[in-house]
């Protein structure tokens, strides 16, 4: 999704602004630009595809002594990738210059109106209303033509803005869309993401909605859009920009998928209690009655963080006995769900900016239920504008597809599913053994990962098939639904992902000789009924890849390739399985020569609708 970096201070920002960009490439992009004030006025540089090229573009016409600049990185939405529609955009004395993330609601209107008053426009993008709608209200003042501007937007917007006759002023201002303003010495930075930043400072203050930002060399201010002042307080990022970087991977999926073990150890750090059976969640102490006293809950998020949802209602119904049920954040905010007293949603988001998500949580906090955000990105939108929380401390994620993440956000369902179960229905000795099970995983993860030389093979062997089908069971269905999204997102190939039982409903017209199709066929309670549709899919020819538990030699007889994992209780079994499915699309992928941390069409945070 789009970026933005901008940079205000006494170094030359041209370098800042690339780097800032490229650290912001994982987020997924079509074209990038930056514009720098120069000693002529200002430079914009846009180029589409990847930065690389912009760069070579830069060097052309460095501009050594610009100390002042916005850049961008954009993944259309209005407006096809074009060199004119990347931004910055302009307005039309070319002076005044704007890089936007979001949607203007209004931008028909808008482009209607400044079109009357004679304004000619260069692109078909809903952004460049704004810099000649600031160009119309500056009177000399960048902020105040900033403000009375976004007076007049309806919509989202994360925007920075400068202008070549204000040579010491940066303008940032956000509304639905994130931004932070890097605190540094002598120099302030703006990001949508603070991975862009943290090279130069971790000090950051988070904009709220409808809040903007004057900085200067000597200093920054604070208002809402209606001037009234407002006190930020500076916080710390908890990211250094090792943990950012590849570490000698091949690609940063890669490098998570591995991390899973030391990930998974952080989200769980100081939060079991060995004693009581219970996990320590201090995000949730402040409304634990309420919680406990939970008549229902739903569950809700997008793509990876709803399949984590689905995992989230069995353990939840199964230990906790809360009825649960789980909601698409994209259904749940249009559907006027039913909020009763008792409703609980818990928001699940690696990002904490996903827009649909956040309008679920803005939209049944409104209606008086108690949300309870699961969430990476500290101090991120949804993080903020939840009741209670809890993080998952599995460090920054940068691979498109969510890896790690999806564990972490497992495991913390765990945890939340023990702090409710021991203050209702769940006995000592139950919690203890779940507890027991839990600290084991990060192991049982390495154990799977030595094994990642067997899943190449496979891999290897089946990276030319065009459809694939992913089956599983209870714990085991969504674990399916993940395996077949980790296969679709980065290596373009079909995939589907279904409750082992719906096959013969339908889907099961479509195996033919040699179609692979992935079995989650651990031992436990449906162990049986997986091995009787292990055998409706050999008998019509298709390859059954099964993930299976050590020591289980009858399925060795059944399936054409096994892939081993650890005996653990039901519950935990998906935070293994999923593992070899990770990496089973990351081999695949990259056998069929995709861009694995790029894929095509994706983006890593869905700040729009
Ligand atoms: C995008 C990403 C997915 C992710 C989803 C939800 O579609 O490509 O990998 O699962 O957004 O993101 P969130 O940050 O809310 O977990």
Request: some cysteine; overall charge negative.
């Amino acid at each position: 999704m789009c970026g933005i970096v901008a940079y205000i201070g006494a170094r030359e920002a041209e370098p800042i602004l690339v780097e800032g960009l490229k650290r912001l490439e994982y987020r997924g992009y079509d074209s990038a630009g930056v514009a720098i004030l120069c000693g002529d006025g200002l430079r914009v540089v846009k180029e589409v595809g990847r930065i690389s090229r912009l760069e070579t573009l830069l060097v052309e016409r460095r501009c050594a002594e610009g100390k002042l600049g916005i850049a961008h990185t954009r993944w259309a939405t209005h407006g096809a990738p074009t060199v004119e529609n990347a931004h910055p955009h302009t307005d039309m004395s070319g002076k005044l210059a704007v890089v936007h993330n979001g949607i203007i609601d209004n931008h028909v209107a808008l482009r209607k109106l400044l079109e009357s008053e004679g304004v000619v426009f260069k692109t078909q993008t809903d952004t460049e209303v704004l810099p000649h709608l600031f160009a119309k209200y500056y009177k000399g003042d960048l902020a105040e033509a900033v403000r009375l501007g976004l007076k007049d937007v309806r919509g989202t917007y994360g925007i920075a803005v400068v202008h070549a006759d204000q040579p010491d002023v940066l303008v940032a201002a956000r509304n639905g869309s994130p931004l932070i303003v890097g605190v540094g010495d002598g120099e302030y930075l703006v990001a949508s993401d603070a991975s862009a930043i943290i090279a130069h400072t971790t000090r950051v203050i988070y904009l709220e909605d409808r809040e903007m930002a004057s900085m200067s060399r000597e200093g920054f201010q604070t208002t809402n859009i209606e001037a009234v002042p407002t006190t930020k307080e500076i916080q710390q990022v908890e990211w250094d920009l090792e943990e950012i970087e590849k570490k000698g991977y091949a690609h940063f999926m890669l490098k998570e998928i591995c991390e899973q073990p030391e990930s998974l150890s952080n989200t769980l750090r100081g939060r079991l209690n060995f004693e009581d059976g219970q996990a320590v969640l201090g995000g949730l102490t402040a409304c634990a009655k309420e919680l406990t006293r939970a008549r229902r809950i739903i569950l809700t998020g997008c793509g990876t963080a709803w399949h984590a949802c689905l995992v989230g209602e069995c353990m939840l119904e199964d230990l906790a006995r809360i009825p649960c049920e789980v909601e698409y954040a994209s259904e749940l905010r249009y559907r006027n769900p039913i909020i009763e007293d008792g409703t609980v949603v818990i928001a699940i988001s690696q990002s904490g900016e996903t827009a649909d998500t956040l309008a679920a949580v803005r939209e049944v906090r409104r209606k008086g239920a108690l949300v309870l955000g699961i969430v990476n990105v500290v101090g991120s939108s949804i993080a903020r504008e939840t009741d209670i929380g809890v993080y998952l401390h599995a460090g920054p994620e940068i691979g498109v597809a969510s890896t790690k993440a999806f564990t972490s956000q497992l495991m913390v369902l765990v945890l939340t599913t023990l702090f409710l179960g021991r203050r209702r229905h769940m006995a000592q000795h139950q919690a203890l053994e779940l507890i027991k099970g839990v600290s084991e995983v990060p192991n049982q993860i390495r154990r799977i990962l030595e094994r990642a030389g067997e899943v190449e093979e496979i891999a290897r062997r089946y990276k030319d098939r065009e459809n694939w089908l992913y089956l599983g069971r209870g714990y085991n269905f969504p674990v399916a639904l993940e395996g077949a999204l980790k296969l679709k997102e980065i290596s373009y190939v079909h995939a589907e992902g279904l409750p082992a039982a719906e096959m013969k409903h339908g889907p099961i017209a479509l195996i033919t000789k040699g179609m692979p199709v992935v079995f989650l066929a651990n031992r436990g309670l449906q162990y049986e009924k997986i091995m009787s549709n292990i055998e409706e899919v050999k008998s019509r020819g298709g390859v059954v890849i099964a993930i299976a538990t050590e020591g289980d030699e009858e399925i060795s007889q059944r399936a054409d390739h096994v892939i081993r994992v650890p005996d653990v209780a039901e519950p935990l079994q998906p935070l293994l399985n999923v593992v070899p499915l990770q990496l089973l699309a990351y081999h695949v992928a990259v056998l069929r020569g995709c861009a694995v941390d790029k894929p095509r069409n994706l983006a890593k945070s869905v700040t729009v609708e």
